[in-house]
Structures are given as C-alpha cells and as structure tokens.
C-alpha cells in the first residue's frame, strides 16, 4: 500500500498528465499510518496493561528524524547555490519548519509573504504532511494511554467512542474550511486528522472485520484499490480537496486494509517483491524526490518529461542508498534502542543543531540575498563590457525572453489608460490592457464609469482567442462579500480550461471600507485577499500572488480619498510593480534597476519619485471612453 501511495505522489509531482490527482496518495499515507501506529499501541496496551510513552516516541524519533534531518539540511544547502537571489530566506523559514515539525502550519501563516511575490513553490513544501502526521502521534498515544490508564477493562470501547466522535468532528470541520477557507483545509492539522483516525478506528476495530467471509473481503479491497486509481485519475487540481472528496480515496485504503491478506484479494499484487521493496524504501523516496525536482527546474529550467524520469529515478537511488546506510541502522541501532532516553536525548540535540544552523541562515539570509543580486548585477555589467556593450549603466541587462501579458482590471488598474502618460511604467513585455471599471470576476457588474457594463473576468477570458504567456488580475472590488469565493471558484475552471498562468494582485485594505463588525478597524477587502491566499496555495501552478497591499503600505500620497483608487504617481507605481512582477514570474532581468533575476523586494523602493523615474508631470486629469461610441471624456473628478 505505501509502495501504491509514495508512487501516486511522486509521478503527480513529476507531471503525469494522466494522474491529476495523484496528490491523494498523501492521504492513502494518512490512513495506513493511523492504523499501524495504533496497532502497534493497543497490541502494547493488551500486553503490557499499560503504554510506555518514552519509548513510543523514541522509536518514533529514530525511524522519523534521522531521514528529515538530512534532507532538510541537504536542501537547505544546496537551495543557496540553485535557487534565485531572494529565495534563500522562505527556504530556510520552511526548512525551521521541517526541523520543528510544523511545516503545515509555517506555509499557512506565510502564504501571503511566501507566495506574495511570483515564488516557485518551496523545495521543502513536502513536509507538511510528515508534520500533520507527527502532530497526531503526539496527542493520540496520550489519548491511548489515558484510556487504558483509567478506562480499564473498557479502555477499548472508551478509545472507540473518542475516535469515532473527534473524527467525525474533523471530518465536517475540514468539509466546512475547505470550502471557504482551502489553504486551511489543506494544511492544518484538524481537517486532516480525521483520515489518520480512519486508520486508528480500523486497528481498533480490527478483530470485528475478521467476521467477514474471505471473498467479499478479496472483493472490496480490489473495489478499493480501483476506487484510490480511479481518485488519482478523476481528481484534480480543481477538486475541492480534502473535504467530502477525501473520503473516496480515505474509504477505499479501508477496504484495502480489511481485505488484509484475504485469498485472492489485492494482497496478491501489493506483496509482489517490487511493491514491498518499493514499500520499505518509501518514506525516503517521498522525501528526497520533490528537492530534486523544484530545485533542478529553478537552477535550469523546466525539464523534459524524459529530464523528470531520470529525476524519479536519481530519488529512487537516493532513497535505496538512505535505506540501507540512514534509515535502517539508526532505526535498529543497539545501543540507542536500548535506553529510550538515549534515543529522545540524542535526537534532541541533533535537532537542537540543525534548528540553529538553520535558524542563522534565516537570520543572515537578506544579506545572503543581497549580495547574490548585487553579484549577478555585477556579472551582467562586466559580460556587457567583455562583449563591448556600451549601454547605459542602468541598462545593462542579460538576455531576457519576450513576454505577451494581458492585464485584465477594474478601476483600479484603468488608472493606467486614464492617465495620458498612466503606462510608462509598464516596461519589459508586451501587453493589450483590458481594465473598466466595476468590473468583477464571474458576476455581471454595474454600470460603469464608462457608462456601460463591462465583461465580467470569466467572460472575458472565455471570449479571448489570442495567447498570453500570463493573465495580470487586478479586479473584483466591486464584488460582495458573501459571493467572492464563489466568484474566484468560477474563474478557476476558466483557467485550468484555458491553462492560464494568472499573476493575482492583492486587494488594497483600505479602511474607507470597513468589514461588517469591525467598528473600522479591519477593511472588508482583508476578506478578498483571504479567499486570494487559499487560491494560490491550493494552485501555485497556475496562479501566483503579487501583494499590492503590502508594496503600497504607507504610500498615502499614491491614492485617491478613498485609499484604493490611484492619482498619476499612484498610478506609475503600479505600472512599476505590474512591471516587476511579470519580470520576476518570466523570469527576466527587472526592467527598471538591471537587477537579475528579478525580484520586486529591493529594486523599487517605495521612496521611489515615480513622476520624475518617469518624467511626468503630476496632473488630476483623468481621460476615458464613454459608451458604446467610446468618445474620449477628460474630468478632474477625484472621486474615482
């Protein structure tokens, strides 16, 4: 089963086309180690009487840690010689982590900062899971020892009833955040806890199943090897996941599991010598196969599918090799087995090391990220001078792709035709600018400044014919609160439909437009760039964040009364941050600061004068399109 589980995951990461959903061989994981784990714990509790904790989450510790620890600081490592300046900071922020176990939670809170820019997906994303699963066996073996403790001769059905409601509980909390919530749905513990407790409630109603007769055993678990294929092939991308959609795969491994080693059931595929081999090396091969393909794509490029085969296969080298020498040693070493707190004590300080080692790279990582652009810039000027290049120093550049990008908005975004001079700013890419205003994303909008009522987003990506290498979104502040995640669902099919890749600007939080009940003090558009935040952690493939909120924090004089809609330097600005982002997502020089690759983070400062960069006069007048005619109109009206 963990052979069928890490291949499903790894050949999803490695592009499958037909294996959309393979994702869900994480929750095949879930399951299969719910149940082991408990089965180990209740086989102890009916021995002993008793669970010995110490020794529990010592063995935990010596077949967990030694295989994270390396890989964690072998990533770390090599992601300072592959990945892009800028990036070392959020790679050694997950990697903290990783070390602590809490990588779900770390990705969760830093969605907006780790995915604010236009940010390849970390290399040590995959450790959320490890760290949902060690988050359980911390709670759930002092939920066994407590029943057993105190339960007595009912400590069985006792743990029955505590599993069967908490997983219940989970299971309709990750139902309900999921829909609204889904980067909380995906990587918090309490919406995933419920599939680990399928396992834990099959161990511990284990014996009942024997009852079955062997062929409607044999039956349901080829039932359920088919339903988990047939959820790695239907599911996608766009599936609202975990939710009510994890059952399907959740269920089918317990059919699995209670087919067991029934006659003719799968038992006869799964035990066949590569499944097994495959099985035992998994947990390493989970672990080293995403590095090695996130961290080659950064350093050159997207691979062929052939580069990604020879990738899969460098991972199952690289786990074969941590079997044999990491895993299996420590995991049985004598003199650490022997005394639990051995084990316990020496795996606190190899993680009280790394934890430091890692946590200084945090610490120095800007200066880190600094020097390497300020080198790459450095580089860039001295091959233009080897190649007699005589270009301004300003505009010493490397060699950068062509990028056709269609940047669809509402008002906020029309400044940059409203303006005469509004798109000076936009530089390094050619683009058809398509921004009205009230414009939403899948709800029809109202009638506008232009005195007509524009497309929605989703009608007009439906209607667009021409090829855009990237869609730049900034729209919807029209939109109600009560309809937005829905709005934004409805432009996922669209762009998984079409393949986009959409760069997402966040709302800006003006307090001019407070939530409901938050006497001004939080802005409603808090919640709009909640719902944008789960969208691109669900789908960092095709969608990726570039936070205006932030960049433009503190820039009161770019805005108009209302703190959202922009005067001409406001309007310049975003032009300039427009103009970065495509950059950095094409991975191009920045268009502005020759700064390679491009990063938004330090080559515009916000102190930047805008009008003089540009050289444009300052002005209120505004120009734009009226009716069906499109008459040019020019007002100085401020309330834009």
Known sequence: MRALAVGLVVLNHAGVPWLSGGYIGVDVFFVISGFLITQLLIDEAGENSSIDLRNFWARRARRILPM?????????????????????????????????????????????????GVTAPSSLRHFWSLAVEEQFYLLWPLVVFAAVKYGKANWSKWLLGVGVVGGLASLVTSALITKGHPGAGYYLPYSRFWEISAGALLALAGSRFDKIPNLARAVGGWIGLIAIIASAVIFSEATVFPGYAALLPVVATVFVLIAGSAKFGPVSLLSLEPMQSLGARSYSLYLWHWPLLVLIEARFGT???????????????????????????????????????????TAGIALALSLSAVAVLFAVAPKIDAGAMQMAEMEAARDAAISGNTADSQSVLPAF??????????????????????????????YTLDAESCRRISEWSCYGREKRTPKNVVSVLNDTTEKFDVVVLMAGYDSSVRKI?????????????????????????????????????RSVYAEFNAVLRDLVARDSQHFVLADWNAYSAGQKSWFRPDGI????????????????????????????????????????????????????????????????SRKKMCTTDRRI
């Open 68 to 116: 994270s620890i390396l890989v964690t600081l072998v990533t770390v490592v090599a992601g300072l010689f592959m990945l892009e300046p800028g990036k070392v900071r959020d790679l050694s922020a997950v990697g903290l982590g990783a070390l602590g176990f809490c990588t779900n939670i770390v990705l969760f809170f830093r969605t907006s900062d780790y995915l604010s």
């Open 303 to 345: 691979p062929s599918a052939w580069g990604k085969a020879w990738i899969v296969v460098a991972a199952l080298v690289l786990s074969a090799i941590s079997y044999r020498a990491i895993e299996q040693p420590v995991r049985h070493n004598i003199w650490l087995s022997a005394v639990s707190i051995r084990s316990l004590s």
């Open 401 to 430: 792709k062509p990028v056709k990008a269609l940047l669809l908005g509402d008002s906020t975004m029309a400044g940059l035709r409203w303006f005469e001079e509004g798109t000076k700013s936009l530089k390094g890419f050619t």
């Open 565 to 628: 809609h922009l005067n001409i330097d406001g309007t310049l600005a975003l032009g300039a941050f427009i103009s970065t982002a495509v950059a950095e997502n094409a991975g191009n020089p920045c268009p502005f600061r020759s700064v390679y690759p491009c990063t938004y983070a330090n080559n515009l400062p916000q102190a930047t004068d805008f009008l003089t960069e540009f050289n444009v006069a300052d002005t209120e007048m505004h120009c734009y399109e009226d009716g069906n």
């Open 485 to 521: 995640s829905d709005e934004y669902k409805a432009l996922i099919e669209v762009v998984l439909a079409k393949n986009l890749k959409m760069i997402v600007l966040t709302y800006k939080e003006s307090l001019y437009f407070p939530a409901s009940g938050s006497r001004g003090k």
